[in-house]
């Protein structure tokens, strides 16, 4: 670094006294726990013990699994307790506790895991760990089960969330470019469903309206579909209709894509489009050709920032599911998850780990969409 | 010559004319949809008990139940399942009035910071020159990429041993530290939109740093300064996971925990929730309507970088 004259000095020095908080926010609020997060995801601590060192423990809670096979078969005729099996070679499994089984079933007996003896109903198991018992004889017990299930609900959600709802903000954006009477107050319209959008009200709202039996939601499907009401998808209180019942009420919130989308249509130059019709090309074949290569930038941008923040979702559904995560698990995201296990179970370490974990799997997501950025068609002219 | 021309005309003009009527349906339909809820929301507050499970649902109660909305208000929304507590929380006359007025000061102190020091750090970044300024500025904005939650824990277990929990400090101390990296990005951009000219004369003139930021560009900032007050105070206001783990006693909740404390206990009383639900919003409505260009201007100014 070259010397400073003395002006230069000066300058520095008050220049240094100007982002002084930014510079104290830097290192107490920002580098400084990111340092602690990753110290504190090898360790165990709540807060009012000792701390302790444990390694790699909390992330192979996370990770590891225990892999039980399928050593026997059981099919069973009414309500039964089972306390041990004997497999068709003659070995005595006893298990761990009774099982009660009151319907007729097919059970499989899974020998590993902590316990040993573990016994499966092949009607009722699903997912990919039931696939993989009917299918291969296997199945996978993981240590943590609910951090499975808070990756999964969370890329779920994301996955469907963010690119259906890049495509309606960019559809509404294109209808608000047009050069109508009063749509001025229509942009309006839009957008403030968005600016209300973060706020626990709303939540609370959309917990009424996707109420099964006397929300408004599942009046009009009755209505437009004839299927009556008592028939309707349970929403928030039904495992499987949870999840889209949150990534449906995100489709409120196209407002805030819809203003990026709009100013970046309104930087696409004219002539493009003159040159275009021009040349021959209908209205599709503008859209294809002109407008979605000079929105790319902008969508790009969006993309990258919906994620993230998708990846992040929290209040709306700690307000619906009263912070427990859904109907069995089932709206389990990752940060309701790291809220959990910090301030429910006082595990901070290894909720650190957690979400140790969101941050990097936010950054791969990143990277590879960087990486995969082939797509994005930079006009030569650089806009400040 | 002219039959061929009149008739491309009349198709262009009719196929533009098919696709207005088209867009403006579409629109309408859209827009139906955008605000249907909001009204929802208002007619449920206003209905009684019985009318808000009527099927088919009722749009517009009478008589309207404007008692609702003190009803909701003076409930508190804090309980335990012990009747004690709740006896002793009503006298203490905790009610949706200290949620109101906590959420208020915390909105206030939250955004006078933020758009002070944002604006303050800014101008370092916009206008001196030091060593490190551009890595510095760097580092500000790969701050955004950092999920808030893996600070959260330190950042709590920081301000626990600063014995500042249960109190309003974590919620307003960072707002002062340079208010986040989008907003520092923002003014900065806004900054450097001004000419350099205006800096020299007043240097020239003898002016100091200081005074240069306060009383000559700082005023010439105030539409960006509107929009970072604005977002700022709607982030504070909505605030809800920040508030949740830094505030233990009922007397220092905002309105955000209380509406949740609300829901578990009133699950029921819809007609409360949703009036309780429109009192919180309606600032938010309110700052909206008022500042509209405020927030749009802002989100373009930094969605295209």
């Known amino acids: 670094m070259a010397t400073l004259t003395p002006l230069r000095r000066k300058e520095a020095i008050s220049a240094y006294l100007f982002i002084a908080p930014f510079l104290l926010w830097l290192i107490f609020l920002m580098g400084g726990p990111i340092l602690a997060a990753f110290f504190l995801s090898f360790c165990e601590w709540d807060l009012i013990g000792q701390l302790h060192y444990v390694g790699f423990h909390n992330f192979n809670e996370m990770f590891g699994f225990a892999k039980l096979t399928s050593v026997h078969q059981i099919i069973t005729q009414g309500p039964v307790t089972l306390t041990s099996i004997t497999t068709n070679a003659g070995a005595v499994l006893t298990l761990p506790s009774p099982s009660v089984f009151q319907e007729p079933a097919t059970l499989a007996v899974l020998q590993g895991g902590p316990s040993g003896v573990m016994i499966q109903n092949l009607a009722t198991v699903h997912g990919f760990l039931g696939f993989l018992l009917k299918t291969f004889g296997f199945t996978l017990l993981p240590n943590d089960p609910r951090f499975w299930s808070a990756m999964y609900n969370t890329a779920y959600i994301t996955f469907l969330s963010v690119p259906i709802g890049m495509v309606l903000s960019v559809v509404v954006a294109l209808l608000m470019n047009q050069k109508l009477k009063g749509i001025e107050a229509y942009r309006a319209i839009y957008y403030l469903p968005s600016v209300l959008g973060s706020g626990v009200a709303m939540a609370v709202l959309w917990k009424w309206i996707f109420n099964a039996d006397s929300g408004l939601l599942n009046y009009f499907l009755s209505m437009i579909t004839g299927i009556p009401i008592s028939e309707c998808p349970k929403w928030l209180a039904s495992e499987a209709w949870a999840?889209?019942?949150?990534?449906?009420?995100?489709?409120?919130?196209?407002?805030?894509?819809?203003?990026?989308?709009?100013?970046?249509?309104?930087?696409?130059?004219?002539?493009?489009?003159?040159?275009?019709?021009?040349?021959?090309?209908?209205?599709?074949?503008?859209?294809?050709?002109?407008?979605?290569?000079?929105?790319?930038?902008?969508?790009?941008?969006?993309?990258?920032?919906?994620?993230?923040?998708?990846?992040?979702?929290?209040?709306?559904?700690?307000?619906?599911?009263?912070?427990?995560?859904?109907?069995?698990?089932?709206?389990?995201?990752?940060?309701?998850?790291?809220?959990?296990?910090?301030?429910?179970?006082?595990?901070?370490?290894?909720?650190?780990?957690?979400?140790?974990?969101?941050?990097?799997?936010?950054?791969?997501?990143?990277?590879?969409?960087?990486?995969?950025?082939?797509?994005?068609?930079?006009?030569?002219?650089?806009?400040? | 010559m002219s039959q061929p021309q009149n008739n491309f005309w009349d198709s262009k003009r009719r196929q533009e004319r098919i696709f207005k009527i088209i867009f403006t349906v579409i629109l309408v339909l859209g827009a139906v949809t955008m605000l249907a809820p909001l009204a929802w929301m208002l007619s449920t507050s206003l209905k009684t008990p019985t009318q808000v499970f009527a099927s088919p649902p009722i749009w517009i109660p009478s008589p309207l139940q404007w008692s609702n909305y003190p009803t909701a208000w003076s409930v508190s929304g804090i309980f335990a399942t012990d009747t004690w507590y709740f006896l002793w929380i009503k006298m203490r006359g905790i009610t949706f009035s200290t949620y109101a007025w906590n959420t208020l000061v915390i909105s206030v102190l939250g955004t006078l910071g933020t758009t002070l020091s944002s604006a303050l750090v800014a101008f370092a970044f916009a206008r001196l020159r030091f060593p490190g300024r551009d890595t510095l500025f760097l580092l500000c904005l790969a701050t955004l990429m950092v999920p808030a939650q893996v600070t959260m824990i330190p950042s709590f277990i920081l301000f626990k041993t600063l014995g500042w929990y249960d109190t309003f400090l974590p919620l307003i101390v960072p707002a002062w530290l340079g208010g986040g990296a989008y907003n520092i990005f923002l003014m900065r951009q806004f900054f450097m939109t001004i000419p350099y000219e205006l800096d020299e004369a007043a240097k020239i003139d003898g002016c100091s740093n200081l005074g240069l930021f306060w009383n000559i560009l700082l005023p010439l900032c105030k539409p960006a300064l509107a929009t970072v007050a604005i977002f700022s105070f709607v982030y504070n206001w909505n605030d809800f996971l920040n508030p949740l783990i830094y505030l233990d006693s009922n007397a220092n909740k905002t309105l955000a925990i209380g509406l949740t404390n609300f829901v578990s206990l009133y699950g029921q009383d819809y007609h409360l929730l949703m009036a309780a639900s429109l009192i919180i919003s309606l600032p938010i409505i309110l700052i909206f309507l008022a500042g509209q260009k405020h927030f749009i201007k802002g989100i373009v100014t930094t969605g295209l970088k």
């Open chain 1, 243 to 384: 999840k889209p019942a949150l990534i449906i009420m995100g489709f409120w919130n196209v407002g805030s894509g819809m203003i990026i989308y709009l100013a970046g249509l309104q930087g696409i130059p004219q002539t493009h489009y003159e040159a275009a019709e021009i040349d021959g090309a209908n209205l599709w074949q503008q859209f294809w050709n002109v407008t979605l290569p000079g929105l790319s930038p902008v969508i790009f941008f969006n993309l990258i920032i919906s994620i993230v923040f998708s990846f992040q979702i929290f209040n709306q559904v700690y307000v619906i599911t009263d912070g427990l995560g859904g109907p069995a698990d089932s709206t389990l995201v990752m940060v309701l998850y790291i809220y959990q296990k910090a301030f429910k179970y006082y595990q901070y370490g290894y909720a650190s780990a957690l979400s140790l974990v969101l941050f990097a799997v936010i950054m791969v997501a990143t990277w590879v969409q960087f990486k995969y950025s082939k797509w994005v068609h930079y006009e030569g002219e650089l806009k400040k």
